[in-house]
């Protein structure tokens, strides 16, 4: 990247001079698509305005006419009074001149530099055009130039600045070598095929190159500052040690070779005009086709895509009956030396990384990162403000934590799964290890007992997926076919032994109410038996006193003693007794306490029982 320091010194308005309407923007519209409302990016400052304040918008329209304007009248106007009044004009009107023309003469014109930094492809920015503005005009003041005006132009496509100035001697009059001499300014040395070149070894040649270093030097300082590369000051070599006239002709030559090639670039543009307008038809009919092409593919698409889906949901199914149909025929055994830590028994901080990261496969899990401890939010996503967590933090931190897990638990190696950690710690000696696992006597290889171990967890996972996919608890036993046929029918063979002794019971108990009922039927005969005794008895009784006398039966050793005895042992107590207290109410009623009623002889009972 380079910087620009052009000097012109043309006449005011003119080819080569400087356009003062340009400078402020007074010649554009006020309207225009481009200087809306007076260029208002752009900034104005001439000798009648305090150091540092400066003019943008409407209010710099026509403020650079003014100043160079009021810079004449105050610089020329009264040299223009002395002229008029010199005899050398009274004598030769013709040579007199308007006032105007008089400051546009060459001895009276203002110099405009114009100084940028870069260009339309690469430019630092409008910071560092303002530190190498502000380093020329130091130096310009240094040398003893006198700044008119200042335009600064930041709505092109690289932003410049445009300087008006003029050199005034210490007599106040216009006068470039003079003025340059006072203020020290020595003529440059320049050269030319190895000669001194006289035409360049001016004052004013010195006084350029050191504004252009000053200016070079404030900008690659402010470049510096903002940690960008220094500017490039090497120089076109062709211009070194030539006159004006090979330099004039080595333009010409350019310019009409840059004509040649704009004039073959214009052929080229036809001929490509052309060409383009025919491949627009033959892409626009390629493009059609495409689209055809494309609205076809994409129906088959959203038919492969439904087939893929009914694919890999038939595969799912599948796998699901494959893992049923395993666990029904051969039944699932947990495998040995497997331990499953859970979420709920990970330390707080592993579980909010565990969610993290496995939580999104679960079933019916909603995603939530509000437990992950903010350390992890440290990525910024497109369009928000709000930090976000770092999957890459979380995955190596959690991958350190289940390292921690995986030493105090004593294991030797680690699985994670949507249902927690599995670690294990032994190999089960049933497990059939490859022949690169173990030793010359048959054991496992201490070098290799790691991957021999992972190897076990691997195929243990396997096997521990199995039951998941059905939703069983991985660290359950869960019996085969066979097992439960056996527990079927050890189950029946219970019940059916449960039945026979039911049944036995029920017999039994039967033949005990059946027993039962027979001697209460027994006791019921045998109670009637002696009531019909009782009632014998009594009969016999009441016979035997109306037979004998009441006095011959309550003697004492009698026949009817002995008979009674008798009775006593065959009726038994009980009956008996109740039999003599009725014999005895029959026999011995009670007697009113009036005269005795004269006793009745006792008819023989009809139909009495023989003794």
Not at 83 to 92: I, P
Not at 421 to 448: C, H, K, M
Not at 533 to 553: E, H, K, M, N, T
Request: with cysteine; hydrophobic share 35%; aromatic share 6%.
């Amino acid at each position: 990247m380079k910087a620009c320091s052009h000097n012109q010194r043309g006449p005011r308005g003119g080819k080569g001079g400087y356009q003062t309407q340009h400078n402020d923007g007074s010649m554009y519209p006020r309207d225009g698509a481009r200087f809306v409302a007076g260029r208002p990016t752009n900034l104005h400052w001439d000798y009648t305005m305090p150091e540092g304040e400066w003019l943008t918008g409407g209010e710099q329209a026509g403020r650079t006419g003014a100043a160079v304007d009021s810079f004449y009248e105050s610089t020329l106007r009264a040299e223009y009074a002395r002229k008029l009044a010199s005899a050398g004009w009274r004598k030769n009107p013709s040579r007199v001149k308007e006032f105007g023309d008089y400051c546009n003469d060459a001895r009276h014109r203002l110099f405009e530099t114009i100084i940028q930094v870069g260009d339309a492809e690469e430019s630092p920015g409008e910071g560092c055009l303002e530190a190498a503005l502000d380093g020329a005009l130091g130096r310009m003041r240094e040398l003893g130039a006198r700044i008119v005006a200042v335009d600064v132009h930041l709505d092109e496509a690289t932003p410049h600045a445009h300087v008006l100035w003029a050199l005034i001697d210490s007599e106040g009059e216009f006068n470039v070598d003079r003025t340059l001499r006072e203020h020290g300014v020595e003529p440059a040395e320049a050269t030319s095929g190895g000669k001194r070149d006289a035409r360049r070894a001016t004052r004013l040649v010195a006084f350029t190159a050191s504004v252009r270093e000053a200016m070079e030097d404030a900008a690659d300082e402010w470049l510096a500052e903002h940690g960008m590369e220094a500017l490039d000051r090497e120089r076109d070599p062709r211009r070194k040690g030539e006159t004006l006239p090979e330099y004039k002709g080595r333009k010409r030559r350019e310019r009409a070779q840059r004509e040649k090639i704009e004039r073959m670039r214009e052929d080229a543009e036809a001929v490509l005009d052309g060409a383009i307008e025919k491949a627009d038809e033959i892409v626009l009919k390629a493009w059609e086709e495409a689209c055809e092409i494309k609205a076809g593919a994409l129906s088959d698409r959203r038919l492969a895509r439904g087939e893929a889906e009914s694919a890999r949901a038939a595969a799912r199914e599948l796998s699901r009956r494959e893992a049923r149909a395993s666990v029904l025929l051969g039944g699932y055994e947990p495998p040995a030396f497997a331990h499953l830590v859970r979420p709920e028994q990970m330390p707080p901080d592993m579980r909010a990384l565990w969610l993290y990261l496995y939580g999104p496969r679960l079933e019916g899990y909603e995603p939530d990162d509000s437990e992950v401890p903010d350390r992890y939010r440290t990525c910024v996503l497109p369009g928000s403000d709000a930090p976000a967590v770092d999957p890459d933090a979380v995955e190596d931190d959690f991958a350190e934590l289940l390292d921690g897990l995986y030493g105090d638990r004593d294991a030797c190696a680690k699985a994670c799964g949507e249902e927690g950690v599995w670690l294990f710690d032994a190999i089960p000696e049933d497990y059939e290890l490859g022949e690169w696992f173990l030793d010359e006597e048959g054991r496992v290889d201490p070098d290799v007992w790691g991957d021999a171990l992972d190897s076990y967890a691997s195929d243990a996972m396997d096997a521990i997926g199995v039951p998941l996919r059905l939703g069983l608890d991985p660290e359950l036993p869960h019996p085969g076919l066979a097992e439960r046929e056996a527990a079927v029918e050890s189950r029946e063979r219970e019940v059916a032994e449960r039945e026979r002794a039911a049944a036995e019971e029920e017999a039994r108990a039967r033949d005990a109410r059946e027993r039962a009922e027979a001697e209460l039927r027994e006791a019921e005969r045998l109670r009637a038996l002696a009531g019909s005794a009782c009632d014998v008895l009594r009969r016999g009784l009441i016979f035997l006193a109306d037979r004998f006398g009441r006095d011959r039966l309550t003697g004492g050793q009698n026949e009817v003693g002995r008979v009674l005895s008798g009775l006593v042992r065959r009726m038994g107590t009980r009956e008996f007794e109740g039999a003599s207290r009725e014999f005895e109410e029959l026999v011995f009623p009670p007697r009113a306490p009036s005269a005795p009623a004269p006793s009745a002889p006792c008819a023989e009972p009809q139909d009495s029982p023989e003794l």
